[in-house]
């Protein structure tokens, strides 16, 4: 009887030692194919964004991550995980480049302030306006223009831009790209997608004009649907470019910056395009602020075929109807 147990024990030692192996062995397979899977995931946005060349690796590492229902970054540092971006415990990390950075989440984004932090220079004083942020709203720097987006309209609020004569004059001549993309720095349920507009009936409408542009990489990201609105498109390329073209002009012999805020006025139930119910102005509006003379005015549109460019309306009035003190960062504007 004691010789049966004793050839017995070593039996249950090595199956316990082989489930042991077997479960070490299926872990090692599953972190190996949850590297593999993010890895292709990551790859796969930092292609579909090539535009956007300023984008953090912790960001597109976390986004793919969170397609595969999987904990953030920091966690799988924490179980060792030491050669992934920023894992370094000596050294400072870079910060974000203009061109690729996003702000807070939803979940983080009532109650605050908009800031652009990494983009501050697009605006009056190098400071944003004061404006109380939406549970949808995100702030989108990109190399020439800034962005606050709202994933329930997938529009922007509006858009910022910063123009002065050695801009223009460094883009004139700079080739269109016409490449239209859908931003993957936003989550699927709060962008726009090609999509959407595909016989919609309707322009991509750009916000920030590619005609403003003074690189090709800022031409490039104009293209970002987070940039542009459904457009009637006739008023897109009839009074509206008019707009455009008359802004140009104006910072083009203007002394110093002359900063433009563009966006969308959506009426009560506003109409929707495509899949993704991407919301149609019925307005669209262009404030434009000449730091060297304090002067401002906003060009107020119908998003209709039979709009023409008319008298613009003051930045007093701009405010009582939209409610958004874009210039609240600066002393009061002169009209």
Known sequence: M???????????????????????????????????????LASFQIASCGFNPGW??????????????????????????????????????????????????????????SRFSHCTQ?????????????????????????????????????????LNRSTLQQGQGLERSDKFYADARLPRAERSELDDYKRSGYSR???????????PEAMAQSFSLANMVPQNQVHNGGAWSQVEQATRKYA???????YVFTGPVFARNAPTIGPGKVAVPSHIFK????????????????????????SPISYEEFTRRTGMPLLSSIRAPRA
Not at 207 to 215: F, G, L, N, V, W
Request: with cysteine; net charge positive; glycine share 8%.
């Open 122 to 162: 697009f605006f009056p004083g190098g400071q944003a306006p004061a404006l109380q942020l939406q549970t949808h709203e995100r702030e989108l720097c990109f190399s020439s223009f800034a962005v606050l987006h709202n994933g329930l309209t997938k529009t922007p609020v509006f858009v910022v831009e910063r």
């Open 56 to 113: 953090s690796a912790d960001k597109l590492i976390n986004q793919a991550l969170a397609a595969l229902h999987l904990p953030a970054l920091d966690a799988f540092r924490k179980n060792g995980w030491p050669h992934l971006p920023g894992n370094s415990t000596s050294g400072a990390s870079h910060s974000p480049s203009v061109g690729g950075t996003v702000a807070r989440s939803p979940a983080q984004a009532g109650g605050q302030t």
């Open 252 to 258: 083009l012999r203007a002394k110093g910056d002359v």
């Open 2 to 40: 004691t010789t049966a147990k004793n050839k017995k024990t070593p039996a249950r030692k090595r199956s316990a030692a082989s489930r042991k192996s077997a479960l070490f062995s299926f872990s090692r397979t599953k972190r190996f194919a949850i590297s593999c899977a993010t890895t292709a």
């Open 287 to 310: 404030l434009v602020y000449d730091a060297s003379t304090g002067q401002s005015w906003v060009h107020w549109q119908a998003n209709s075929a039979d709009t023409r460019m008319d």
């Open 205 to 215: 409408g750009h916000m920030a004009p590619a005609a403003d542009m003074s690189t």
